[in-house]
């Protein structure tokens, strides 16, 4: 007879190798279910995300892509195009890791497709940024609207195929580890049924006292089901012997079943919600290209969003500037009711619209029964909504329209994810509508100009008809214009002649003109002197006579010296001039003028001159001087100034016979407060024997050579002179002189006798 340790070790023992193998096999099936989940985790969900992120990222450079066609800012551009080739390096990491770890053919073909897809995009990608480069902006907006489009959306397709074959192959990993889960289930109740039967046999062998624990243990697990969503009932352990053992297996093997259950169930749920939100970003990304103007995407939008959030209602804000600002205004609303006193438009931080539009974050408010605002509009009446959530849409760092959506039940965690994931696409397809409107508008525009090109040139070929016949008419006219030329040309050349013969007269002719008349200027001036011998009437006819006398002589001077010049006889002598003393060579003779017609009369050097200047200061003292009777002359009122300072980087250049500019250059300027010189006489005055007008002429009198004189002479220094003035204001003429050293007179003369 077998003890009863024996029995018990020997009935236990069965049953303890029965429970092992059940423990294998369960471990065995449980493994199998861990690699399915392991391959849904993963492997599937992996790839499913590496899908998703290269769609974000190619939908990134889509973006980019439509930005860099439309933008006008080199620099913005060139940002654009870097954000393009980041993202595609990017993309091409995703493709390539999707690549390595494909492992089926169908996967392999698609991915394959998919790449060859995106290698075509990045291709019209550089075309178009070669047309951008080449300034052909309708090239570029044909590639983009064309070519691009198209094959954005077979890749996406393609993309779309692969990623629900993916998540088929994920739905049937999953449920091949439901299938094994129920025959792991049945084999665990076939497994305890024998453990059981064998367990009662053992009892019944080993002792009968063990009956009422083993009847225990076989009604709980005659109560175990495993479909069930209750929690199953645990053994109660109370002691440590074989049958406790027995129950705390029991127990761990509930919890192994029950904590995997919860798993499978979270799983499930997750690739549930998953499923859901990629079925509506597609769906929705599918409407963003059936809209033509954001009008019809915001009703779009709400239409298809406000019933996947179980929104009950919902209103669509745009932004819009015009030219009170920028402000957001209502384009689109889904089954709500306008309230009187609603806004249609809200500025930035007005309202929970302006302040969601100027903060760029969300606004979710819990409306209390007592608030008396928005209501929802139904066919029974209308309704106060439980939840209010404010979204704004964001597009490049910038809010580009809010929306509001109101709801009867609470908002969930997995309708903000998917408002989370909608709000890039939103702002996207807001900015592709905007640039599809405007690519339509410049099409519209290059159709009209290209009208217009067609008239032109029909009317470029009638004209060219024309100016073929006129083409004809005016080679004969220059045959005749030709004949006309060489006959002119020959009368230029003797009056050419009978000039030079004229100049050359009155050139030599100087000693003959001023002998006699200095003789009569000397003799007056003694009839006046002596004025006691000639009486009263006799001085004053002395003294018309000298002064006749001396104004006849200065015209002969300038006519003789504009001979001189234009036969080419003057000389000019540069020498050293001291030009501190400028005050006093100026001063002598014109201070009596100025107190004769009660003017006053100023003069300033400079302190920053040159300490050596050579000139023909004879002949600068000659053009300062007529300068200052020209402007005592025309000045009735006012003041007369003069000044000598050094030549500024802005005055007109001063050159050296090498071409060189002077540095030492100085520039006199003399200033009036006279008659001035309209703005249509001022390049006439510097004409020989000319002045502004007739009555200027009869008033003031002159022969009209002082300032032909002057701008001959600064010719022959090497100078200039110029002319500012205003009609009734005043005038100021400027000489400006280099120096001249005495090694370079002959060039220089030569320099001012051609100018």
């Given at each position: 007879?077998?003890?009863?340790?024996?029995?018990q070790?020997?009935?236990?023992?069965?049953?303890l190798?029965?429970?092992m193998?059940?423990?294998?096999?369960?471990?065995?099936m449980?493994?199998?279910v861990?690699?399915?989940?392991?391959e849904?985790?993963?492997?599937?969900?992996?790839?499913?995300?590496?899908?998703?992120?290269?769609?974000?990222?190619?939908?990134?450079?889509?973006?980019?892509?439509?930005?860099?066609?439309?933008?006008?800012?080199?620099?913005?551009?060139?940002?654009?195009?870097?954000?393009?080739?980041?993202?595609?390096?990017a993309a091409?990491?995703?493709?390539?890791?999707?690549?390595?770890?494909?492992g089926?053919?169908?996967?392999?073909e698609?991915?394959?497709?998919?790449?060859?897809?995106f290698?075509?995009?990045?291709?019209i990608?550089?075309?178009?940024?070669?047309?951008?480069?080449?300034?052909?902006?309708?090239?570029?907006?044909?590639?983009?609207?064309?070519?691009?489009q198209?094959?954005?959306?077979?890749?996406?397709?393609?993309?779309?195929?692969?990623?629900?074959?993916q998540?088929?192959k994920?739905?049937w990993?999953?449920?091949?580890?439901?299938?094994?889960?129920?025959?792991?289930l049945?084999?665990?109740?076939?497994?305890?049924?024998?453990?059981?039967?064998?367990?009662i046999?053992?009892a019944?062998?080993?002792?009968?006292?063990?009956?009422?624990?083993?009847?225990?243990?076989?009604?709980?697990?005659?109560?175990?089901?495993?479909?069930?969503?209750?929690?199953?009932?645990?053994?109660?352990?109370?002691?440590?012997d074989?049958?406790?053992n027995?129950?705390?297996?029991?127990?761990?093997?509930?919890?192994?079943?029950e904590?995997?259950?919860?798993?499978?169930?979270?799983?499930?749920?997750?690739?549930?919600?998953?499923?859901w939100?990629q079925?509506?970003l597609?769906?929705?990304a599918?409407?963003?290209?059936q809209?033509?103007?954001?009008?019809?995407l915001?009703?779009?939008?709400?239409?298809?969003?406000?019933?996947a959030?179980?929104?009950?209602?919902?209103l669509?804000?745009?932004?819009d500037?015009?030219?009170?600002?920028?402000?957001?205004?209502?384009?689109?609303?889904?089954?709500?009711?306008?309230?009187?006193?609603?806004?249609?438009?809200?500025?930035?931080?007005?309202?929970?619209?302006g302040?969601?539009?100027?903060d760029g974050r969300?606004?979710?408010?819990?409306?209390s029964?007592e608030h008396?605002g928005?209501?929802?509009?139904?066919?029974?009446?209308?309704?106060?909504?439980r939840?209010i959530?404010?979204?704004?849409?964001e597009a490049?760092?910038?809010?580009?329209?809010?929306?509001e959506?109101?709801t009867?039940?609470?908002?969930?965690?997995?309708?903000?994810?998917?408002?989370?994931?909608?709000r890039?696409?939103?702002?996207?397809a807001?900015?592709?509508?905007?640039?599809?409107?405007?690519?339509?508008?410049?099409?519209?525009?290059?159709?009209l100009?290209t009208?217009?090109?067609?008239?032109?040139?029909?009317?470029?070929?009638?004209?060219?008809?024309?100016?073929?016949?006129?083409y004809?008419?005016a080679?004969?006219?220059?045959?005749?214009?030709?004949?006309t030329?060489?006959?002119?040309?020959l009368?230029?050349?003797?009056?050419?002649?009978?000039?030079?013969?004229k100049?050359?007269?009155?050139?030599?002719?100087?000693?003959e003109l001023?002998t006699?008349?200095?003789?009569?200027?000397?003799?007056?001036?003694?009839?006046?002197?002596?004025?006691?011998?000639?009486?009263?009437?006799?001085?004053?006819?002395?003294?018309?006579?000298?002064r006749?006398?001396?104004?006849?002589l200065?015209?002969?001077?300038?006519?003789?010296?504009?001979?001189?010049?234009?036969?080419?006889?003057?000389?000019?002598?540069p020498?050293?001039?001291?030009?501190?003393d400028?005050?006093?060579?100026?001063?002598?003779?014109?201070?009596?003028i100025?107190?004769?017609?009660?003017?006053?009369?100023?003069?300033?050097?400079?302190?920053?001159?040159?300490?050596?200047?050579y000139?023909?200061?004879?002949?600068?003292?000659?053009?300062?001087?007529?300068?200052?009777?020209?402007?005592?002359?025309f000045?009735?009122?006012?003041k007369?100034s003069?000044?000598?300072?050094?030549?500024?980087?802005?005055?007109?250049?001063?050159t050296?016979p090498?071409?060189?500019a002077?540095?030492t250059?100085?520039?006199?300027?003399?200033?009036?407060?006279?008659i001035?010189i309209?703005?249509?006489?001022?390049?006439?005055?510097?004409?020989?024997?000319r002045?502004?007008?007739?009555?200027?002429?009869?008033?003031y009198?002159g022969?009209?050579?002082?300032?032909?004189?002057?701008?001959?002479?600064?010719?022959l220094?090497?100078?200039?002179?110029?002319?500012?003035?205003?009609?009734?204001?005043?005038?100021t003429?400027?000489?400006?002189?280099?120096s001249?050293?005495?090694?370079?007179?002959?060039?220089?003369a030569?320099?001012g006798?051609?100018?």
């Open positions: 007879m077998m003890s009863y340790r024996k029995k070790l020997l009935g236990f023992g069965v049953i190798f029965a429970l193998i059940l423990l294998l096999i369960l471990t065995f449980l493994d199998g861990k690699k399915n989940l392991a849904i985790m993963d492997e599937r969900y992996d790839k499913v995300s590496r899908a998703v992120t290269f769609r974000n990222n190619f939908s990134a450079i889509n973006s980019d892509l439509g930005y860099l066609v439309f933008e006008t800012d080199p620099l913005r551009s060139e940002n654009h195009l870097i954000e393009i080739r980041s993202k595609s390096e091409y990491a995703d493709l390539t890791s999707l690549q390595a770890h494909s089926d053919n169908s996967g392999e698609l991915l394959a497709a998919v790449r060859n897809g290698d075509r995009y990045m291709l990608v550089d075309r178009v940024a070669e047309a951008r480069a080449a300034g052909s902006n309708l090239d570029a907006a044909s590639l983009y609207v064309e070519n691009a198209s094959v954005r959306l077979n890749l996406l397709r393609t993309l779309s195929e692969y990623t629900a074959v998540e088929n994920m739905n990993t999953r449920m091949e580890a439901e299938r094994q889960f129920s025959r792991m049945t084999v665990s109740a076939v497994s305890a049924a024998a453990i059981l039967l064998i367990g046999l053992s019944v062998w080993v002792i009968r006292g063990t009956g009422r624990n083993l009847r225990r243990i076989t009604d709980a697990m005659d109560k175990f089901d495993p479909g069930a969503i209750a929690p199953i009932p645990r053994l109660e352990v109370d002691s440590n074989e049958i406790g027995i129950a705390r297996g029991y127990n761990h093997m509930i919890d192994t079943l904590d995997h259950n919860r798993k499978v169930r979270e799983f499930n749920q997750k690739i549930e919600e998953n499923h939100l079925t509506k597609s769906e929705l599918l409407l963003y290209q809209a033509e103007d954001k009008d019809s915001a009703r779009l939008f709400l239409s298809s969003v406000s019933p959030v179980n929104a009950s209602s919902g669509f804000y745009s932004r500037t015009d030219g009170n600002g920028e402000r957001f205004v209502r384009i689109a609303a889904y089954a709500t009711d306008r309230p009187e006193g609603s806004n249609e438009a809200f500025l930035p931080g007005e309202g929970l619209i302040q969601a539009a100027l969300d606004i979710l408010i819990d409306v029964p008396d928005t209501t929802i509009l139904a066919g029974g009446g209308t309704y106060r909504p939840q959530w404010v979204i704004p849409i490049n760092d910038r809010v580009e329209a809010v929306v959506l109101s009867l039940v609470p908002f969930t965690e997995l309708h903000r994810q998917l408002m989370e994931q909608l890039s696409t939103l702002g996207i807001l900015q592709n509508v905007n640039g599809r409107m405007e690519v339509d508008r410049l099409l519209q525009e290059s159709q100009l009208e217009e090109l067609r008239t032109q040139q029909k009317e470029l070929r009638s004209v060219n008809d024309q100016l073929k016949q006129q004809i008419q080679d004969r006219s220059r045959i005749e214009l030709l004949e030329q060489h006959e002119l040309e009368s230029a050349e003797e009056l050419r002649r009978s000039s030079q013969y100049s050359e007269f009155l050139a030599n002719m100087s000693h001023r006699p008349l200095n003789s009569i200027l000397i003799l007056s001036q003694l009839i006046a002197e002596n004025a006691e011998d000639t009486g009263d009437e006799g001085r004053s006819y002395a003294e018309i006579i000298h006749s006398g001396q104004d006849l200065e015209i002969v001077n300038d006519v003789l010296d504009l001979s001189k010049v234009e036969a080419g006889m003057l000389d000019i002598n020498e050293p001039v001291s030009l501190h400028f005050p006093e060579l100026i001063n002598y003779g014109f201070d009596t100025a107190k004769q017609k009660n003017l006053e009369f100023e003069v300033h050097v400079s302190d920053n001159l040159p300490e050596a200047f000139t023909d200061g004879k002949r600068m003292q000659q053009i300062i001087k007529n300068l200052l009777s020209n402007a005592f002359k000045t009735q009122s006012g007369v003069c000044s000598l300072e050094k030549a500024d980087a802005e005055a007109p250049p001063c050296t090498e071409g060189e002077d540095q250059a100085i520039a006199i300027k003399v200033s009036d407060t006279g001035g309209p703005e249509d006489k001022r390049d006439m005055i510097f004409e020989a024997f002045q502004g007008d007739g009555r200027t002429e009869r008033m009198g022969t009209g050579l002082g300032l032909s004189i002057c701008r001959e002479f600064a010719g220094l090497g100078g200039c002179l110029t002319v500012e003035s205003e009609e009734g204001q005043g005038s003429f400027t000489l400006y002189l280099p001249m050293p005495p090694d370079r007179l002959s060039a220089d030569q320099t006798l051609h100018q």
